[in-house]
């Protein structure tokens, strides 16, 4: 018998493979219960080219609490402003399983509205 957790691994699995084939970089997306990370990757070389999460300090200040809609946000401000610095504009977007919809969808609205292309 499969739980949640295992489920959603499996489909993130099937979706890495993908955007493997299509040999760009992935923006993949993590949440936990009280936080939300964004890391830009290079699965070519496997590096990790830069990160944003609610656990850094400038993002602690300007929101309340990690886990809600307005700091994925952020994130996805964040993220997309870092990657448009590295000169980055072109990705795939890496749910990482979870259903797009809620802090998910705001952290790709925002990364989209502020130059990813994806």
Request: aromatic share 4%; charged share 30%.
């Amino acid at each position: 018998m499969r739980n949640l957790k295992t489920n959603r691994v499996r489909r993130a699995r099937s979706t890495r493979i993908k955007i493997a084939e299509l040999g760009i970089m992935r923006l993949s997306v993590h949440r936990t219960n009280s936080h939300i990370y964004a890391q830009l990757i290079d699965d070519k070389n496997s590096k990790t080219i830069t990160s944003a999460s609610t656990l850094e300090p400038e993002v602690r200040k300007s929101v309340s609490k990690g886990s809600d809609v307005s700091a994925a946000t952020l994130i996805g401000k964040r993220i997309a402003e870092k990657a448009k610095k590295i000169g980055i504009e072109n990705i795939a977007f890496d749910r990482s399983g979870y259903q797009y919809h809620g802090r998910v969808k705001a952290l790709a609205d925002a990364a989209r509205e502020n130059g990813l292309k994806f």
